[in-house]
């Protein structure tokens, strides 16, 4: 008797236990769950980690971006596009930790808007319970519709890093003027893979586009447009595969265009003048310079100009003219370049000299070890008469016409 009534009272314990003396007796930790954390990001962290840069270019400077600076123009625009943006406004006040923002009314929903708002029908009552009514799984055609919305996505560090070094590139050539910001418009024309574009402060990259002429059947009457998909990187170590249009949309309303250096725009200049097609091989440049020797022997000369070509920026290739023996060991300046396609360089030097062979320069200088040089390419010729040469000789006309080097002047064979 006194072991079931011990047992009774033991059991009579155990059925007055609260949930709290569950869960507090879990000696093994069952009951705890720790919630999934997932390292892709929301659109709204990532616009919260956009304004997150903004505060800390304030907190660092004491001042807003400014609009004159390159390198600060991005956070600027960016800055501009959330004031503008009431939604974004609302979303990003409780980080304005400076009053960037100003004044924003957050709006309080009305007890009509919470019960609209039951997006998983627990205000709804009894009746419209029913386990074959399936009323939060989207229909088929929504699916699809879906299935054009783009995500961006995280990118791996090891992924992004190349990328990360060219967005780096472009801020640095906005800041020396090698690139610039440019009004947007017309993205069949003007969007372009491996161009740069501002895309709501941050910079974008077109790496591939798969848009493709498609016939469209409108009421107003047919019309062919771009359609595809793109795949677009972020300077914010994301990528996304937006569609064309909507990219073209997107850096429309709230964008700039990054113009390429001069060497891009040269090629872009040839091939939208229909000089040169996408088949065409860029060879290199013609240059002439002219020597600024202080040595009497050369600066004394009149009409004395190098003649060359160069597979890389003429700017770059002259850097060190002063140290080279075939720039007279003195520093030059350009007087002309030709950026030329399709050219076979050897030929040219042999042409150049053959038809300026007698006004070949003829002298003899020398290093600092004493040793004599005898440079090469340079010429005696009146300049308008070299740029004419050269046109000629990209042209293909040069076959009809000598050098007279007594009146210095082209003259017909």
Known sequence: ????????????????????????????????????TSNIKTDEDRLIDSFQEINNFYEKNKREPSPTSMSEYGLLSRLRSIRTNEKHKVILKPFDKYDLLGYVEIPKPTLSEIIEDDDFGLLEDDSDLSIHTFKHTPKQEERAKTDFVAQREPMSEKDFRKYEEMFQQVHRDLKEGKRKLLPF??????LIEGNFYLVDGILAYLEVSDAEKIL???KSGDRIRLEGRTVTIFENGTISNLLFRSLGKAIQKNGRLVTNTDENIEDELFKNAGLVSEEDVKSGWIYVLKSKSQNPKISGIKDLYKIGFSTSKVENRIKNASKEATYL???????????????????FENLIHRFFGESCLNIDIYNEKKQRITPREWFVV?????????????????????????????ILK
């Open 216 to 218: 469209k059947e409108n």
């Open 382 to 410: 009146p300049l308008p008469v070299i740029n004419e040469v050269i046109e000629l000789i990209i042209s293909g006309g040069i076959i009809n016409y000598a050098y007279n080097t007594k009146t210095q002047k082209l």
């Open 185 to 190: 418009s017309d993205a069949e024309k003007n």
């Open 329 to 347: 060991f003195a520093d030059v300046e350009i007087a002309a370049s030709y950026v030329c396609y399709n050219l076979n360089t050897h030929n």
């Open 1 to 36: 008797m006194p072991k079931f009534g011990t047992l009774a009272k033991f059991s009579e314990k155990k059925m007055k236990l609260t949930l709290d003396d569950i869960f507090n007796d879990d000696d093994f930790g069952l009951l705890d769950v720790k919630p999934k």
